[in-house]
């Protein structure tokens, strides 16, 4: 029944945990300091979570080309009319476009799993709410669950189209939930651990101007 996806997704998501309850035998961690003993700057600038994976965020500036974001599935490249265009705003762009085109992807095929109906999909930018569901059978997300493991984000899902069945959060409502979604438990762990950085806006930033011609000495 798991698709590839999600097979790669509960692999990266095993691994995660065991980096987390294991760190020797990853070798030295991420916290570590620079040479300098500075602390590293913060995890997610210039860098972009994307189906949980924090991916490289690279610029470049492209005066003849229009602007626009492409993703080879590791590195986002920018391309940027001049160095007053913002790369953030492409990207923050880039992400809501994909959402608007996977959430409701995802929503109509768990909906016929589950044996649901629901009425319309909205996407907001919810800062403190991942997803929720009306009374109207309507179902809203926050564009930023696109930054979350696939599994994470069909675990979503599938907790607001239960909703349509429980309007609760009892016994009788999990247990369909994990019908479903059987690692729930391990998402739910992931949301929590991660909601500063799904909910983190997108901060990215030119590298320093290079003066190939400027005379050192000027
Ligand atoms: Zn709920």
Known sequence: MADTQSVVSDVKLFLERLKKEMPEIFGTTEKSTDTNGNAP?????????FNGDLCEARTYITPDQEEGVAFDGTVFHIYLKSKESDPSALVTQ????????????????????IGVEYNKVFLKDQRTLWASCSSQKNINYSYRIIKMPLVVQDYLVIHELCHLRFMNHGQEYWELVGKFSPDYK????????????????????LPPEEMPNESPHN
């Open 41 to 49: 700057a913060p995890s997610t600038a210039n860098k972009v979570l």
């Open 94 to 113: 880039y992400l809501r476009d994909k959402a608007t085109e996977i959430l409701p992807q995802k929503t109509a095929k768990w909906a016929t799993e």
């Open 186 to 205: 391990l998402h739910r762990r992931w949301l929590n651990e991660h909601k500063d950085a799904v909910f983190e806006d997108i901060h990215i930033t």
